[in-house]
Nanobody
Framework: QVQLVESGGGSVQAGGSLRLSCVVSGNTYNTYCMAWFRQPPGKQREGVAAIDNDGSTHYAAPVKGRFTISKENAKSTLYLQMNSLKPEDTAMYYC??????????????????????WGQGTQVTVSS
């Protein structure tokens, strides 16, 4: 069993930055690829970013160039650096893991179905 615990959410004005963290425990961290998803109010959960075990990163179009996903294996921690935040980035952000070397293969909806473990989420609110 794998446990994922997110932190770092909060309220920020448009143009600001936040860094989300996700600590992974309960199993061998390195055998999972990782991803961040978000769920805006009243909408479906959508992919934000993913990182494969070889370090390859993938970003959804709305966040490309503004968000950066990274991981620190020694601390079993996944990060999401979010810059130039916009009101439309307001959502609950979730960390997730998949028992695979590769997370993203071209479809965020497929990845959402393939993920094996989810955290409880951390709220990000961006005001204009």
């Amino acid at each position: 069993q794998v446990q994922l615990v997110e932190s770092g959410g909060g309220s920020v004005q448009a143009g600001g930055s936040l860094r989300l963290s996700c600590v992974v425990s309960g199993n061998t961290y390195n055998t999972y690829c990782m991803a961040w998803f978000r769920q805006p109010p009243g909408k479906q959960r959508e992919g934000v970013a993913a990182i494969d075990n070889d370090g390859s990163t993938h970003y959804a179009a709305p966040v490309k160039g503004r968000f950066t996903i990274s991981k620190e294996n020694a601390k079993s921690t996944l990060y999401l650096q979010m810059n130039s935040l916009k009101p439309e980035d307001t959502a609950m952000y979730y960390c997730a893991a998949r028992r695979s070397d590769v997370c993203y293969s071209g479809s965020w909806s497929q990845l959402r179905a393939d993920l094996d473990y989810w955290g409880q989420g951390t709220q990000v609110t961006v005001s204009s």
